[in-house]
T-cell receptor, first 114, second 108 residues
Framework: ETGVTQTPRHLVMGMTNKKSLKCEQHLGHNAMYWYKQSAKKPLELMFVYSLEERVENNSVPSRFSPECPNSSHLFLHLHTLQPEDSALYLC?????????????FGSGTRLTVV | DAKTTQPPSMDCAEGRAANLPCNHSTISGNEYVYWYRQIHSQGPQYIIHGLKNNETNEMASLIITEDRKSSTLILPHATLRDTAVYYCIVRTGNQFYFGTGTSLTVIP
């Protein structure tokens, strides 16, 4: 276990469904991130939250809606997804303000949109 | 955008040292080099990081050239469980941007 827990591990949803991905970190970090990894592609940074405020949104479609209620929890709300949104969604946390601090990743949620 | 370039794939015989190169010619003076690896469909796992000096931990060694424009990750005795995609990352501000990495295959 890395200290970053993602649930569910696998999710299959229809294009008209609404679902949420959850991430929880037990490391006392103050920043959290969502990444998307499509098949045979590099990880793409989606959202960055620092001290519970969103500081980065890398042109992500509005059908993805993040929420960070506190520094330990991060959600990704999904609605009206497309089949091309099928991917591995990874959550990470870090301690911002420390220049040599790395990221700790969760195990990911494998999302399939049908 | 990723600031690093790596060979797309490499093979290594089991028990031998695996040397994975990375170019980061545009690195700034205060930017760290990080190495992560990703085993199929799992989250990336931290391996090692460094700024100027060579670093070693229980997993690997990191050799950074004096001009800091390139580095090499060394797995001293590769095992089959080291088969993974290895990412070299230069931290830009507070964010990591991943490139395509090197797919390392350890051969029995």
């Amino acid at each position: 276990e890395t200290g970053v827990t993602q649930t569910p591990r696998h999710l299959v949803m229809g294009m008209t469904n609404k679902k949420s991905l959850k991430c929880e970190q037990h490391l006392g970090h103050n920043a959290m991130y969502w990444y998307k990894q499509s098949a045979k592609k590099p990880l793409e940074l989606m959202f960055v939250y620092s001290l519970e405020e969103r500081v980065e949104n890398n042109s992500v479609p509005s059908r993805f809606s993040p929420e960070c209620p506190n520094s330990s929890h991060l959600f990704l709300h999904l609605h009206t997804l497309q089949p091309e949104d099928s991917a591995l969604y990874l959550c990470a946390s870090s301690q911002e303000g420390v220049s040599n601090y790395g990221y700790t990743f969760g195990s990911g949620t494998r999302l399939t949109v049908v | 955008d990723a600031k690093t370039t790596q060979p797309p794939s490499m093979d290594c015989a089991e028990g031998r040292a695996a040397n994975l190169p990375c170019n980061h010619s545009t690195i700034s003076g205060n930017e760290y080099v990080y190495w992560y690896r990703q085993i199929h469909s799992q989250g990336p796992q931290y391996i090692i990081h460094g700024l100027k000096n060579n670093e070693t931990n229980e997993m690997a060694s990191l050799i950074i050239t004096e001009d800091r424009k390139s580095s090499t990750l060394i797995l001293p005795h590769a095992t089959l469980r080291d088969t993974a995609v290895y990412y070299c990352i230069v931290r830009t501000g507070n964010q990591f941007y991943f490139g395509t990495g090197t797919s390392l295959t350890v051969i029995p």
